[in-house]
């Protein structure tokens, strides 16, 4: 069964203090996975697709890298507006559907 | 930009009302999804449309019909909202092509008393 797993559920750091939040997943042929911010009250605002065990996306202070079990989002020098909710999503081979994870609540704090 | 905009943010419904819900891309997309998203469950697919008149069943379609009269609209219909459909409904817009990312709109918050 496809399944995506995302660690920790919450996590608080200091302004500065980098961190790595994890997505493990088992799909049966990976087309792509994704990463994406929610805001609370608002849908998630896409971030990053990988396709490939080795590939790598940055994009300001979040760089995403993929594994074949699993991707990390890594957040460097974080600042309180990059507080929110990181979801993961993969996507099989042959399908449009998404298996979402269910996230990680990311809380800087000043 | 992709710009997908659904009915409304919040509504607040009857136990019994039937509800709708709608969701208007201007992007000319052929894929179409509703979303449900419940804290500790993530986001669940309902149905999606692939075109005009065009749909299938996601995980969890029970209590739930869906529209898709023309292209840049796609409806979610509760004929009798029941208290479990309390939920986050999001929609989501993708190309035709397999590979591409779906993009969401800002969600409905909908309470059923």
């Known amino acids: 069964e496809d399944q995506v797993t995302q660690s920790p559920e919450a996590l608080r750091l200091q302004e500065g203090e980098s961190s790595s939040l994890n997505c493990s997943y088992t799909?049966?042929?990976?087309?792509?996975l994704f990463w994406y911010r929610q805001d609370p009250g608002k849908g998630p605002e896409f971030l990053f697709t990988?396709?490939?065990a080795g590939e790598e996306k940055e994009k300001e202070r979040l760089k995403a890298t993929l594994t074949k079990k699993e991707s990390f989002l890594h957040i460097t020098a974080p600042k309180p507006e990059d507080s929110a909710t990181y979801l993961c999503?993969?996507?099989?081979?042959?399908?449009?559907?998404?298996?979402f994870g269910t996230g990680t609540r990311l809380k800087v704090l000043a | 930009d992709v710009k997908v905009t659904q009915s409304s943010r919040y509504l607040v419904k009857r136990t019994g009302e039937k509800v709708f819900l709608e969701c208007v891309q201007d992007m000319d997309h052929e894929n179409m999804f509703w979303y449900r998203q419940d804290p500790g469950l993530g986001l669940r697919l309902i149905y999606f449309s692939y075109d005009v008149k065009m749909k299938e069943k996601g995980d969890i379609p029970e209590g739930y019909s869906v529209s898709r009269e023309k292209k840049e609209r796609f409806s979610l219909i509760l004929e009798s909202a029941s208290t479990n459909q309390t939920s986050m409904y999001l929609c989501?817009?993708?190309?035709?092509?397999?590979?591409?990312?779906?993009?969401f709109g800002p969600g409905t918050r909908l309470l059923v008393l």
């Open positions: 990988l396709y490939s």
């Open positions: 999503a993969v996507q099989a081979s042959g399908t449009y559907k998404y298996i």
């Open positions: 799909v049966s042929g990976l087309r792509g």
């Open positions: 989501a817009i993708q190309t035709g092509r397999v590979e591409e990312t779906q993009y």
